[in-house]
């Protein structure tokens, strides 16, 4: 089914929560059939240098298993591009990634990196997998993704998500602008990061933005109600900005 406007949902904190105890359980590769059946377009999954949470084996599963595109963040490191080269998903999410933080922290510098960048963004091109680079809502990355040929960016979400009022507000315009500046230029855009029920209607509003891929809070919100409801109402609100 094409839509306007797809939906990704990022897996990776089912992993956390097995890997918490070890184990089996829960199955990340169950939560994406559990996404797909309630209306998600995509899986998202960040494998980690530390495998924090998604592991090599639930790569090798997702790509067998499940019948969505597979989008796949990685930072910008040799092993993670052989992994990449060896899988092949449909798309590979490069991003910024230090050892000792939490969760993926603001946008990946493509105007600092263009050196490195360059040769990888060809060769995963080259093999037929779709490149996003996730970056700060700013002209500056945006003319380095425009530079580096990417054919996808996707906007870290996060300033905007957890500010308020004016605040909000203007960091909702950075994301419009370069969200027509990024698509004027022949780069689909996409979004993500902290969204949730309460936040992601006006940045599923923005009509160039074309994919939104949401984890953590579907995930949490999945204990009080079930993932699939939480995909669901998810998709429901997506729809409805349209």
Avoid: W
Wanted: aromatic share 2%.
């Amino acid at each position: 089914m094409s839509r306007e406007l797809r939906l990704g949902v990022n897996i990776d904190h089912v992993a956390t929560i097995r890997n918490a105890r070890g184990g089996e359980h829960p199955d990340p590769v169950r939560a994406a059939h559990a996404a797909q059946a309630a209306g998600a377009d995509g899986i998202t999954a960040h494998l980690r240098e530390d495998r924090r949470h998604i592991t090599d084996r639930d790569i090798d599963r997702l790509m067998v298993e499940i019948g969505l595109p597979l989008n796949l963040e990685m930072a910008a490191t040799e092993e993670m591009l052989e992994i990449a080269l060896r899988h092949r998903p449909h798309a590979a999410c490069i991003v910024p990634e230090r050892r000792e933080e939490r969760t993926t922290e603001g946008g990946l510098d493509a105007d600092g990196h263009r050196e490195a960048l360059g040769p990888m963004i060809a060769r995963l091109s080259g093999d037929g997998i779709r490149v996003s680079l996730f970056i700060e809502p700013t002209e500056r990355q945006v003319a380095a993704a425009i530079e580096l040929g990417a054919p996808v960016v996707e906007f870290h979400t996060g300033r905007y998500a957890h500010r308020d009022g004016a605040a909000r507000t203007e960091e909702l315009k950075r994301i419009a602008d370069c969200a027509a500046l990024a698509a004027k230029n022949g780069i689909e855009p996409h979004a993500g990061h902290g969204l949730t029920f309460d936040n992601v209607v006006p940045v599923a509003a923005i009509p160039q933005i074309r994919e939104l891929n949401i984890g953590h809070f579907l995930v949490g919100e999945a204990l009080f109600t079930g993932l699939e409801q939480s995909v669901r109402k998810m998709r429901e609100l997506m729809d409805a900005a349209r």
